[in-house]
């Protein structure tokens, strides 16, 4: 049997990129803002440009424009309702993370505005693994699911008050380098894209709801419990009244007034007790689709 052999040079072109992609190297060109935005949109496009290019990189922001330029030029979207599209964009893709808290802690250190006050988060342990790479974070994960420990509550403490204090936010800050291989982006990219695909059905299905879908991204913010509790509410609207409207299995015509209805039941309550009857009324009302 003939085994043939690479070429060194390839083998080199492959380490290298590997390696790149393993370090978080971003020799992106910094983006711009595409054609067609609406003046209303480009101040907080711009502002999302600069936001995510300090949380991330300039690949990230532009993934940010390439979002945006979806929506550029759409029929049924108001000038307004895409300024929404950009600002919830922006904290959606600029999450919160452990690695974003050590970021905004030094930055306000090396700000020349004196030493800040020590931040305390209140964090799970599987929301602080999920932030390491997926292939370190698996197995960790995993093990803390055996031992019943992954959504233990760990309180954290950001501080620059002395020099190993700033020395370890320095390195915790350093690990964006990797965020974009962790298993929490990837988590936080199904959702955007989620949000987005449902925005671009409403403006197809029912655009006089386009507003309010756009603005459910609000419902998903923070971190630790709150922010899984968020999640879990924004899925049950979404899978329990938004989709089904959309694919036709659920006739309702006001699904703006359905979504603030919904929204409206929205309690800090791990059952999701008023949610659901909330969403067993609208879909009861609604009926079946044609």
């Known amino acids: 049997m003939n085994l043939e052999i690479p070429k060194v040079s390839g083998i080199l072109a492959a380490t290298r990129s590997i390696f790149a992609d393993v370090l978080g190297d971003d020799n992106t060109p910094v983006p711009v803002l595409p054609a067609g935005l609406p003046d209303a949109a480009r101040p907080l496009a711009a502002e999302g440009l600069r936001r995510l290019t300090e949380y991330q990189g300039p690949g990230y922001a532009q993934l940010y424009v390439d979002r945006l330029r979806r929506f550029a030029g759409r029929r049924n979207l108001d000038d307004a309702v895409f300024a929404e599209i950009a600002r919830l964009m922006m904290m959606r893709m600029a999450y919160d993370d452990a690695i974003e808290m050590a970021q905004l802690q030094l930055a306000t250190a090396e700000s020349g505005r004196g030493v800040p006050p020590v ?35 760990v309180t954290r403490r950001f501080s620059a008050a002395s020099r190993l204090s700033l020395r370890r936010l320095k390195i915790e800050a350093s690990l964006k380098r990797w965020r974009l291989s962790s298993i929490r982006y990837a988590r936080e990219r199904v959702w ?13 299905k029912q655009p006089a709801a386009v507003a309010a879908v756009v603005a459910t991204a609000e419902m998903v913010q923070g971190y630790g419990d709150g922010y899984t509790q968020n999640l879990r509410d924004w899925n049950s609207i979404i899978d329990g009244l938004v989709k089904p409207t ?45």
Not at 130 to 148: F, I, Q
């Open 246 to 290: 959309f694919d036709g299995v659920l006739s309702c015509p006001d699904l703006a007034g359905a979504i603030a209805e919904a929204r409206a039941a929205v309690r800090p309550d791990p059952q999701q007790a008023a949610l659901k009857q909330a969403l067993a009324r609208i879909r009861a009302r609604a009926g079946t689709g044609s």
């Open 119 to 153: 931040a305390v988060r209140k964090l799970r342990l599987d929301e602080m693994v999920s932030s390491l790479p997926e292939m370190v974070a698996d197995p960790v994960l995993w093990g803390l699911e055996y031992m019943g420990w992954l959504h233990l509550p």
């Open 192 to 204: 955007v894209e989620r949000w987005l695909h449902m925005i671009d059905r409403s403006l197809t």
